[in-house]
């Protein structure tokens, strides 16, 4: 069955340095992947969508990349801020349903001062 | 969370008795979804509606049902609420965008407790 992974541990990093997080999938090949914002006690907010065939999408400070061959989707955070602190879950389509999505159970990101 | 609604909010009862959570849009989406999100889990899906009436299970849809009799509106109900229904549910609307692509915008959340 489809699965994907994002690092379960916390990532700390200091405010004005990247952050990069990871999403790992395995048994199938995805359309698209998407990124998104969750802070505590609300729902996720859509970032980015990147498709299979954009190696690499931007917006602002936010940087993603899809690596087919791998099987991965690096998320990158340039000049990081405290207010940037949030867990960012990736999703995919689930195979066959495209109108049905599949989410990482995140990764908590905290950029300290 | 412009757009959605989710009712109640936070919501306590005991093991046994029915509980509804309510989704309600003014978008006019034709996708509705219920997911739950569990520490450990991420976010599972339970149940999504694609029309009024038309509507499919998820990964984790025992225990639950969903209705849909207007554009606007999803219902999900536990049958009979169990402790390992403890939980934060979130709905989800969407529609396909280009090339087949779905972005969810998610409601506030409901959070659950089963004792």
């Known amino acids: 069955s489809q699965k994907i992974e994002q690092n379960s541990e916390a990532l700390n990093i200091q405010e004005g340095k990247t952050a990069t997080l990871t999403c790992n999938y395995t048994?199938?090949?995805?359309?698209?992947l998407q990124w998104y914002r969750q802070d505590p006690g609300r729902g996720p907010v859509f970032l980015l969508l990147?498709?299979?065939?954009?190696k690499e999408k931007r917006k602002e400070r936010l940087k993603v990349t899809f690596d087919t061959t791998l099987k991965q989707s690096l998320f990158h955070i340039t000049a990081s801020q405290p207010a940037d602190s949030a867990t960012y879950l990736c999703a995919l389509p689930v195979s066959g349903g495209y109108n049905k999505l599949i989410f990482g159970a995140g990764t908590r990101l905290a950029v300290h001062p | 969370d412009a757009g959605i609604t989710q009712s109640p909010r936070h919501k306590v009862t005991e093991t046994g008795t029915p509980v509804t959570l309510r989704c309600h849009q003014t978008e006019n989406h034709r996708y509705m979804y219920w997911y739950r999100q569990d520490p450990g889990h991420g976010l599972r899906l339970i149940h999504y509606s694609y029309g009024v009436k038309d509507t499919d299970k998820g990964e984790v849809s025992d225990g639950y049902s969903v209705s849909r009799s207007k554009t606007e509106d999803f219902l999900l109900t536990l049958e009979s609420a169990t402790s390992s229904q403890t939980s934060v549910y979130f709905c989800?609307?969407?529609?396909?965008?280009?090339?087949?692509?779905?972005?969810?915008?998610f409601g506030a959340g409901s959070r659950l407790t089963v004792l």
């Open positions: 048994n199938y090949s995805p359309a698209y």
């Open positions: 990147i498709r299979e065939n954009e």
């Open positions: 989800a609307i969407s529609e396909q965008g280009a090339g087949g692509a779905n972005v969810l915008t």
